[in-house]
Each structure stands twice: as structure tokens, then as C-alpha cells.
């Protein structure tokens, strides 16, 4: 994202659940991190990721196949 500002990257399952939270701090602008997403609890199915800072947001469909 472009801002600085709290940042939250949320995993969320088809019926628009919170299953994990990944990432949920204050983030400067232009700052890079890394997050590993272990899903072998999860049961097959599609998931979102969405990302969010500030006033912007961005949504990715994940489809978890076994």
C-alpha cells in the first residue's frame, strides 16, 4: 500500500468469516514484509485475502485444493 497506517491482512472463508488473521500492525509507506500462510488445518474450500491500510483495500480469491 501507499500510506503509512495500520495495516491488517485477514483470511476470510466463503461466507465472509474471519479464519485468520496474518498480519495486524502499523506499517510505514513503502515498507516490505513477508507472511507465510500455513493452510493444512483449513478444509478445502475458497478463501479471500484481504488486505487492508488506510483507506484502501485489496481482495484475492484463493482456492485451497487437497
Known amino acids: 500500500?501507499?500510506?503509512?497506517?495500520?495495516?491488517?491482512?485477514?483470511?476470510?472463508?466463503?461466507?465472509?468469516?474471519?479464519t485468520a488473521t496474518l498480519f495486524n500492525q502499523i506499517t510505514s509507506a513503502g515498507?516490505?514484509?513477508e507472511v507465510t500462510f500455513d493452510a493444512s488445518s483449513f478444509p478445502?474450500?475458497?478463501y479471500f485475502a484481504r488486505l487492508e491500510s488506510g483507506?484502501?483495500?485489496?481482495?484475492?480469491?484463493?482456492?485451497?485444493?487437497k
Do not use: D
Not at 497506517?5 to 465472509?16: D, F, P, V
Open 1 to 18: 500500500m501507499t500510506e503509512a497506517g495500520y495495516t491488517t491482512l485477514r483470511i476470510y472463508n466463503i461466507l465472509g468469516q474471519v
Open 31 to 33: 515498507e516490505s514484509h
Open 44 to 46: 478445502f474450500g475458497t
Open 55 to 65: 483507506n484502501q483495500a485489496a481482495v484475492k480469491r484463493m482456492v485451497l485444493a
